[in-house]
């Protein structure tokens, strides 16, 4: 057994329009037995601009985290050992002011069981 990792990552992202984009990645991690791959993949519809008051985007993303292909939580509501499915929005209600909101489902990939999670944050711009 070994603490060490050996993972690497494809990453990928094709703009359809001004305001539609895919992107996604794929992760390996070669010295792991099990647990060691992590893919996602996530549909974009346009996106809150800080600047711009009104502005505001939406995203529906699938990730598969195995525990020993990411080594850090990079997701706000699908950690690592889960697959799930996300759903996202965020608007600027005010100028440098932006609200997100995101909703994960799906199953903790060690155990099956349902996971679900909520996460909210305002952020403050200056």
Same mark, same amino acid.
């Given at each position: 057994?070994?603490?060490?990792?050996?993972?690497?990552?494809?990453?990928?992202?094709?703009?359809?329009?001004?305001?539609?984009?895919?992107?996604?990645?794929?992760?390996?991690?070669?010295?792991?037995?099990?647990?060691?791959?992590?893919?996602?993949?996530?549909?974009?519809?346009? =996106?809150?601009?800080?600047?711009?008051?009104?502005?505001?985007? +939406?995203? @529906?993303? &699938?990730? /598969?985290?195995?525990?020993? %292909? $990411?080594?850090?939580?990079?997701?706000?509501?699908?950690?690592?050992?889960?697959?799930?499915?996300?759903? =996202?929005?965020?608007?600027?209600?005010?100028?440098?002011?932006? +609200?997100? @909101?995101? &909703?994960? /489902?799906?199953?903790?990939? %060690? $155990?099956?069981?349902?996971?679900?999670?909520?996460?909210?944050?305002?952020?403050?711009?200056?």
């Amino acid at each position: 057994t070994s603490d060490e990792a050996n993972i690497w990552m494809l990453k990928s992202v094709y703009t359809f329009s001004k305001d539609v984009a895919l992107n996604g990645f794929y992760a390996n991690n070669h010295d792991a037995d099990n647990y060691n791959k992590a893919c996602s993949a996530q549909l974009t519809y346009k =996106g809150a601009e800080a600047e711009n008051k009104g502005t505001w985007g +939406a995203w @529906v993303a &699938y990730r /598969h985290l195995d525990q020993y %292909a $990411t080594l850090f939580d990079t997701f706000d509501v699908v950690k690592a050992g889960q697959k799930a499915w996300e759903l =996202g929005v965020n608007y600027t209600p005010f100028k440098n002011t932006v +609200a997100i @909101v995101r &909703y994960g /489902h799906g199953k903790d990939l %060690a $155990t099956d069981q349902n996971v679900s999670n909520l996460f909210g944050r305002v952020d403050f711009f200056f």
